[in-house]
């Protein structure tokens, strides 16, 4: 299998790699992202083989198709130690909960950060140690977050050998919460640093210190943000899995409905379509930022400036730009690379914005690839996790409620509706409180998490000062 940048010129493109070499890398470096020459198919008589395969042998098989430079022993080996009860809280790990007849939550969030994105980032926790220790080579990563993504990575790479973690997030900004959940890890390779100013500051700095090529070289700095490959990949074992456990026969059909930002999370849901998994409609759930419901109902994709972006109650969807969405548009207008890089790297740097609406491969974007779109204002979302609690007993995080709400606009007779849920409730206790007024229940293992010892170092937003921290860890 190789891979190539969703904005190369020619087919067959000049430039084709193997997975473990874009494995550590970010961007492409013509800017694009990248994906897989062509989608592996998967046929009825494979699919029913899988119907019996606990998770981490489902995801050895997934990942097999995409993998050819880990020795298959190994690779079922780093599957098997992601994947487990003791991680994951349940021997199904994303098991399906029914609220009624043709209407499912499928459990992404039992991981050890209590969100979706543990599902991709501890498999790449173990492919960062393993290709890390083959290579003899060390990783910094250096990022920015305003919550889940730099917890979730911290969790993933904490106490793995060759991998150093920087996390830079906006001092007192987060959720007393969110602020445990990262700053009580005390392995040596995690490096909390809460910055003096705002999410932007530590965006700002992140681009300072990897856009300084020497130094980035000399440190082997990197990052682990959504539009990693592997990441993605990994995201598309969990389709499979709710399909299974939805349906009896693969003449079956399933529709998925995603919180969405960044469209990472349902990019894999069109990688596991594209593989000819049976999926009727991917319905693309958003805020009040609602740049990729404005794309699926008019063509246009507007990216949106930081007054223009609403900080709201559903915040890991938070988003101004989807980083991921190129992917999608790549295969939307037939792979034609050049295209994709007219619009992700001229039209959108140079006016914000495309419209594709009169284009005919727009409307394709429904009628061949399955796309729906919706969104949810606050009210809709204390609705929804209002009448989800009066009606099935069930609380759901406020990026889980958005996805219900939009998926009751698209159901269909006939067609197994699964929303994924993004999170649990307790990240988000304040918004529960206002539509439940009471606390979410908090899962054992995070009791008293707030009082726990920290580790965090407070610094201004000072790039040298950053720099030198680095290299000092380094020496
Ligand atoms: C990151 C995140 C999302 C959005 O996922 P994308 O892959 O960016 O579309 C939704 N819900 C939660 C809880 C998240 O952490």
Redesign the pocket.
Do not use: R
């Given at each position: 299998m190789h891979y190539i940048s969703t904005r190369a010129p020619h087919t067959p493109p000049a430039e084709r790699k193997r997975f473990c070499e874009i494995l550590l890398e970010g961007l492409a470096p013509d800017g694009g992202l990248y994906l897989p020459e062509t989608y592996p198919q998967v046929d009825a008589a494979t699919l029913t083989r899988w119907r019996g395969l606990p998770y981490a042998d489902l995801a050895f098989e997934i990942l097999s198709l995409y993998v050819d430079d880990i020795p298959a022993d190994d690779l079922r080996v780093l599957c098997r130690k992601t994947y487990t009860e003791a991680v994951f809280g349940t021997a199904a790990i994303v098991p399906l909960k029914k609220l009624e007849d043709g209407l499912y939550l499928e459990a992404l969030?039992n991981g050890p950060t209590l969100?979706?994105?543990d599902m991709a980032m501890q498999l790449l926790g173990n492919l960062f140690e393993y290709e890390l220790a083959r290579r003899g080579e060390e990783l910094n990563i250096f990022g920015a977050t305003s919550g889940?993504?730099g917890s979730a990575a911290e969790h993933a790479m904490r106490g793995k050998k060759g991998v150093r973690v920087f996390m830079t997030s906006p001092d007192g900004r987060m959720s007393p919460f969110q602020q445990a959940q990262m700053f009580s890890l005390l392995d040596d390779n995690i490096y909390n640093i809460a910055i003096t100013g705002v999410f932007d500051d530590c965006q700002d700095l992140v681009k300072a210190v990897s856009g300084d090529l020497e130094f980035k070289r000399k440190y082997k700095i990197g990052t682990v943000n959504?539009i990693n490959w592997a990441r993605l990949m990994a995201q598309v074992v969990y389709y499979f899995a709710g399909y299974i456990q939805a349906t009896q026969a693969n003449s079956e059909r399933v529709s998925f409905t995603?919180?969405?930002?960044?469209?990472?999370?349902?990019c894999a849901g069109h990688v596991a379509r594209m593989m000819g998994l049976p999926i009727d409609r991917l319905v693309v759930a958003t805020n009040e930022n609602d740049v990729l419901d404005e794309f699926f109902r008019t063509g246009v994709y507007r990216v949106r400036g930081t007054a223009d972006t609403h900080e709201t109650s559903?915040p890991?969807?938070d988003?101004s730009k989807?980083s991921?969405f190129e992917r999608f548009v790549f295969d939307l207008l037939g792979r034609d690379g050049a295209r994709t890089a007219d619009l992700f790297g001229a039209q959108v740097p140079r006016q914000g914005r495309f419209d594709l609406g009169a284009d005919p491969a727009f409307a394709q974007a429904a009628s061949r690839y399955g796309f729906a779109s919706g969104k949810s204002t606050h009210q809709n979302r204390l609705d929804t996790i209002r009448s989800t609690w009066q009606k099935y007993g069930v609380v759901v995080?406020t990026?889980t409620a958005d996805g219900l709400k939009v998926a009751q606009e698209h159901r269909q007779a006939g067609v197994p509706m699964l929303v994924l849920e993004?999170?649990l409730p307790i990240k988000f206790a304040a918004t529960i409180v206002e539509a439940l007024g009471r606390e979410p229940e908090r899962p054992a293992q995070f009791v008293g998490i707030e009082v726990l010892p920290k580790k965090v170092r407070v610094m201004a937003p000072d790039v040298q000062a950053i720099k030198d921290l680095i290299a000092q860890a380094c020496a």
């Open positions: 969030s969100a979706f994105k889940d993504t959504s995603v919180p969405s930002g960044n469209f990472g999370n349902v559903s890991s969807m988003i989807a991921n995080d990026h993004t999170a």
